[in-house]
């Protein structure tokens, strides 16, 4: 029985693209225009900023009730500002920290050289796909600033299916579309809670842990088969497989 390793399964956030560290960098950029446009404090400023990402954070979207996903997004900013500072005094300000934040965090997302090198020696010898959770808008516009599109046999947004990693339905999709069985295949990604653990109810062959801050596994959660810091350590795994 062939027990070769044919395709590669990759999560995009935090695992290819630094997505934390650009929202950092967003965040600040925003925080500074709160800060002029209203003549606050930091600490006002740092509080509207901190409710933001927690609405971010809490975020489920749901398409059919009619409203964007900018439209929501823009909606945080503005609870956020009322919340913190008492009130919006110009209804376009909320708008205008969107787009900053927004744009901001597209500019920042790369895909560094090294990841790019990796990915396209990898392509040689195996199928690779892009599997990532998210609404469908805000994952494609990630994957457009990033350019990595041509890199993959396919891409996969959640947000696009009725289900999302960690379903097994979802991981089902990517087999098809690579014509591949689930133990020929290997998830690699930076979630215990999805990546892993969607890659283990789906019976991968391995699963593959990135850990930037080299955190163990928490207790009662899913172990992964291999843990590494960067994804570009990847090579060192497969070689054992």
């Known amino acids: 029985m062939d027990r070769s390793v044919k395709a590669i399964l990759f999560d995009l956030d935090n695992t290819l693209i630094e997505t934390s560290r650009a929202g950092e960098v967003a965040i600040q950029k925003t925080r500074e225009l709160l800060k002029t446009t209203l003549n606050l404090d930091d600490v006002t400023a740092g509080s509207i900023c901190d409710k933001f990402k927690q609405k971010l954070l809490r975020e489920s979207f749901d398409p059919s009730a009619g409203r964007s996903i900018d439209e929501v997004r823009v909606g945080h900013w503005e609870e956020s500002i009322r919340e913190a500072a008492g009130s919006c005094s110009s209804p376009s300000l909320a708008a205008e920290c969107y787009d900053l934040w927004k744009k901001s965090r597209l500019e920042v997302l790369s895909l560094s050289p090294e990841t790019c090198s990796l990915l396209k020696d990898l392509r040689r010898r195996y199928k690779l796909l892009l599997l990532t959770n ?108």
């Open 134 to 241: 998210g609404e469908a808008q805000t994952q494609r516009e990630k994957v457009e600033a990033v350019g990595c599109k041509e890199l993959f046999d396919a891409v996969v947004v959640g947000g696009e299916h009725a289900e999302q990693k960690p379903f097994v339905s979802i991981f089902k999709l990517c087999f098809d579309r690579l014509e591949v069985e689930a133990r020929d295949c290997v998830m690699v990604g930076d979630s215990l809670d999805t990546d892993i653990q969607g890659g283990f109810n789906a019976r991968v062959r391995a699963t593959v842990w990135i850990s930037s801050t080299g955190d163990a596994v928490p207790d009662g959660s899913v172990k992964p088969d291999y843990t590494i810091p960067t994804v570009l350590l990847l090579p060192d795994v497969l070689a054992q497989l």
